[in-house]
T-cell receptor, first 113, second 114 residues
Framework: GENVEQHPSTLSVQEGDSAVIKCTYSDSASNYFPWYKQELGKRPQLIIDIRSNVGEKKDQRIAVTLNKTAKHFSLHITETQPEDSAVYFCAAEGDTGRRALTFGSGTRLQVQP | KAGVTQTPRYLIKTRGQQVTLSCSPISGHRSVSWYQQTPGQGLQFLFEYFSETQRNKGNFPGRFSGRQFSNSRSEMNVSTLELGDSALYLC?????????????FGPGTRLTVL
């Protein structure tokens, strides 16, 4: 089955700096890669996703890049703010006609004011 | 549009008991997936239901089961509870099965097994 590895497990940045979280996946058939943000005690919320037919997607301060050949994808947050502090999860899923997101282990991002 | 809702939000049970958790998807969503979240194992896929049929199942023992009703609401049942079943159980809904549509998560049910 699919295996998703996520790094780093913790990340501390100064407000205004950029943050980068990286994930690798094992199943070359995976073609959908969402990123979720989970604040303490709250539900995971989708912040951005990318499908394998594009290499990059941007939404304001958040961008995701995908390298299908190397089987890795990354989340980039620019101009970080204290409210960006949360745990971020990457995930991967194949186009099998069934749902089965495989999640990375999470990155705890701390933005220092 | 109302989001995914889960009941109850908190539950305390003892070993050996069974428990049923409920999930109401976003209106119009027919796929409901369940996940277990623990500090040690992270977020793990349990199963997915679509049109009242289990479409996919993760690597969990048979004590974990589920069902889906004609209105797309889903229930998850865990029998013969073990201490290790203590976790946050999240459900997520999407319009269809498969990766074409985004999954939206509910707030979760925090289960504590004593």
């Amino acid at each position: 089955g699919e295996n998703v590895e996520q790094h780093p497990s913790t990340l501390s940045v100064q407000e205004g700096d950029s943050a980068v979280i990286k994930c690798t996946y094992s199943d070359s058939a995976s073609n959908y890669f969402p990123w979720y943000k989970q604040e303490l005690g709250k539900r995971p919320q989708l912040i951005i996703d990318i499908r394998s037919n594009v290499g990059e997607k941007k939404d304001q301060r958040i961008a995701v890049t995908l390298n299908k050949t190397a089987k890795h994808f990354s989340l980039h947050i620019t101009e970080t703010q204290p409210e960006d502090s949360a745990v971020y999860f990457c995930a991967a899923e194949g186009d099998t006609g069934r749902r089965a997101l495989t999640f990375g282990s999470g990155t705890r991002l701390q933005v220092q004011p | 549009k109302a989001g995914v809702t889960q009941t109850p939000r908190y539950l305390i049970k003892t070993r050996g008991q069974q428990v049923t958790l409920s999930c109401s998807p976003i209106s119009g969503h027919r796929s409901v997936s369940w996940y277990q979240q623990t500090p040690g194992q992270g977020l793990q896929f349990l199963f997915e239901y679509f049109s009242e049929t289990q479409r996919n199942k993760g690597n969990f023992p048979g004590r974990f089961s589920g069902r889906q009703f004609s209105n797309s609401r889903s229930e998850m049942n865990v029998s013969t509870l073990e201490l290790g079943d203590s976790a946050l159980y999240l459900c997520a809904s999407s319009r269809t099965s498969g990766s074409k549509d985004t999954q939206y998560f509910g707030p979760g049910t925090r289960l504590t097994v004593l």
